[in-house]
């Protein structure tokens, strides 16, 4: 764990947004890689890759961006697959990321960049309204992609050590249909949450698990965690390497043992923080919006970078 500074300690101040910045520093650079990343027709080269090569050269022939070779520019590409081509010619400006899963360290890494949370995807719990321990039966629960790549591969040994334990919910689902509404109630009834490296080693699942308050179990030796300078996650997660992970019995142990005054603990604290995981319009302090935006402010700040220009892609 690094450095803790205490969210608690910024409490009460508030970054400054790029929307309060003028108009003429913050460019909006919309494009759709799912749909556009295959070749159409007769294209030699993808609608996704042309708009990306239009930009960097529309950016690299800014006298802003020249000014200091785009090191106080600051690019929110979120998903995995955002900026994809253009990301390596960009490197110098600051990133706000879901991780580094598929960047390499030369272009992005926590000395410059910024991690932000996924957008969950189920309802949160209000905290006057959330299952104590002894009103959540199920004690483990996982509902998602079985079959990933890369670090991901480790979900299908989990499945097959777990899937058959009566007290454990392991099993495929998706957004489909009321996917999303049954995740919710199986997080809900449940003590803990499995997060699972998937493609890349962050998913949405976590927060999904703290806005249903259900203790994370962090299995994903490569991630790298929101505001993680100023949250202490051991407060709130368990932390599992993949090696210990896939071997019989121990998850199922480990869990078990974890006893009723230990996982209110972790309990408390997640009604606590789960509110600065929580995107809101307009954001309100200390949300998850404006802890980005703190978490910028301190890097400007540790860097002597003042950000002027932002880019967001979507």
């Avoid at 926590?110 to 905290?127: F, G, S």
């Avoid at 777990?162 to 509404?181: C, P, R, T, Y």
């Avoid at 996982?263 to 404006?290: C, N």
Wanted: hydrophobic share 40%; charged share 25%.
């Amino acid at each position: 764990m690094r450095g803790i500074t205490t969210v608690e300690a910024f409490a009460g101040q508030r970054a400054v947004p790029p929307w309060e910045y003028s108009t003429q520093d913050v460019f909006h650079f919309g494009k759709d890689y799912n749909r556009h990343s295959k070749l159409q027709g007769h294209e030699k080269v993808s609608a996704n890759r042309m708009l990306q090569d239009k930009l960097v050269q529309f950016l690299e022939g800014q006298d802003e961006w020249k000014q200091l070779g785009g090191r106080d520019h600051l690019i929110v590409a979120h998903h995995p697959n955002s900026m994809l081509f253009a990301r390596n010619k960009l490197g110098s400006a600051m990133f706000v990321l879901s991780d580094f899963g598929r960047y390499s360290r030369k272009i992005a890494n926590l000395e410059k960049d910024v991690i932000a949370p996924y957008k969950h995807m189920v309802r949160t719990i209000p905290i006057a309204n959330s299952p104590s321990f002894s009103e959540r039966p199920m004690l483990m629960y996982f509902r998602g992609a079985i079959y990933r790549k890369d670090g991901g591969a480790i979900r299908q040994v989990l499945y097959y050590l777990l899937k058959d334990e009566k007290d454990v919910h392991f099993a495929f689902g998706s957004v489909q249909a009321n996917g999303i509404k049954q995740a919710g109630k199986g997080m809900a009834s449940s003590k803990f949450c499995l997060n699972i490296a998937g493609d890349t080693p962050s998913s949405n699942r976590l927060f999904d698990a703290i806005a249903s308050h259900c203790v994370p179990v962090i299995i994903s030796d490569e991630i790298e965690l929101p505001f993680e300078d100023v949250l202490d996650y051991s407060e709130f997660c368990v932390f599992v390497h993949s090696s210990d992970a896939v071997k019989k019995g121990y998850l199922l142990n480990l869990l078990r043992g974890i006893e009723q005054e230990n996982w209110t603990k972790m309990w408390e604290r997640l009604k606590k923080i789960s509110r600065h995981f929580e995107y809101q319009y307009p954001s309100q302090p200390g949300d998850a919006v404006d802890m980005i935006w703190q978490t910028v402010s301190r890097y400007k700040k540790r860097t002597k970078t003042l950000m002027r220009h932002y880019l967001i892609v979507s």
